[in-house]
């Protein structure tokens, strides 16, 4: 489940002011790349003010409807810039910034965790078995995810390119698509109730002391529920402008700069759909709080690929040109089966270093390297 620590992501709501002048430059027609980068940053403070408010009231409503909350607007602000998208007909760009997520997660996300919460410490530990039972839950849903790519790959006319919008697809695949989308929601569901219900005590330990003895967690005052609702309407208006505006500055903006879609939509937009959560993750894990850190990093991860992209592939086939068959290309599908792999592989241990983090960014890096010249 994704949780924000009251009173530690302060930092993006330094931001705020990127709101109302992304506004100003699309009003007045600004070069494409300063208005990218501007509604970019606009969108940090918008995805913490949500991350918060769904917080709030997922502490007051109780186990059961706070995970709902946590599905419905988790990943929220990635799925409202991917509906701009889908309704421009950028289905790459969809799922280059949904790999992204995905990898940035696993591989940025948790390897700048294990770095930095393991600098001046000789290990750190995490409880393996709720770890491995995400990565588990991921790797399964990344089986479902490459069953169209595979499809295609056999039976139609091979993977595409990278970037390559292609839009004549055989209905069969898009069929497809949509049959593994119920699958994976239907998974997710039953997620859930395995999480928040009959294994709930496995994702909610309790923090002890080095006597043993649990330690007392101290909160912020906490919001009204009409303070939380008013504050995630107005979020949710705010990062619904801010990922118009970007959505509609990508092509130009890419192509000024001399980058493709693809890696825009799989490097930029993911981070920048992510970034408030990633800074928790990696701040929890200086505290020496491995469990919540790595739950954020798999746990995101796992509710991308089963209910984000589900839920995209049902909306293209109301929104944008024509459905979205979620046909991984090449670059995307062996990345991502890599970097599941990697993840039950270093979940598996049950405990980290920071060498393990910088293998992690390593990796990362060299990811993007070739999604850079792909």
Known sequence: M???????????????????????????????VVVFFVSAA??????????????????????????????TFGNAPEIIIALFALNAGLHEVVKASLVG???????????????????????QYFD???????????????????MPAIF??????????????????????????????LVLLATYGLGLVFSLKTHRA?????????????????????????????????????????????????SEAAESIGLSEFFVGIIVVAIVGNAAE????????RKDKMDLSVNIAIGSSAQVALFAVPVLVLASFVLGPFPMPFVLNGFELGAIILAVLIANHVTNEGESNWFEGVQLLAVYLVLALGFLFA
């Open 128 to 146: 393996r078995t709720a770890a491995g039972a995400q990565s588990l839950m991921l790797l399964l849903a990344v089986v479902a995810l490459a």
């Open 2 to 32: 994704r949780r924000f620590l009251t009173g530690s992501e302060g930092w993006p709501y330094l931001l705020v002011p990127a709101i109302p002048v992304a506004i100003a430059l699309e009003l007045v027609h600004a070069g494409a």
């Open 42 to 71: 606009g969108v940090i403070p918008t995805a913490a003010l949500m991350g918060r408010a769904t917080e709030e009231l997922a502490a007051r409503s109780g186990p059961g409807i706070g995970g709902l909350l946590n599905v």
């Open 202 to 250: 496995l994702f909610n330990p309790v923090q002890r002391d080095e006597d043993g003895e649990p330690v007392a967690e101290h909160h912020e005052r906490p919001w009204s529920v009409r303070k939380a609702v008013l504050a995630l309407a107005v979020a949710g208006v705010a990062v619904g402008v801010m990922s118009e505006i970007l959505v509609g500055s990508i």
């Open 101 to 123: 997520s995905i990898l940035g997660n696993i591989l940025l996300v948790m390897g700048a965790s294990m770095l930095v919460g393991g600098l001046g410490r000789e290990r």
């Open 278 to 285: 990633h800074w928790v993750a990696v701040l929890v894990a």
């Open 152 to 181: 295609e790959l056999v039976e139609g006319s091979g993977l595409p390119a990278p970037g390559a919008e292609i839009v004549d697809y055989d209905t069969t695949v898009e069929h497809l698509s949509l049959a593994v989308a």
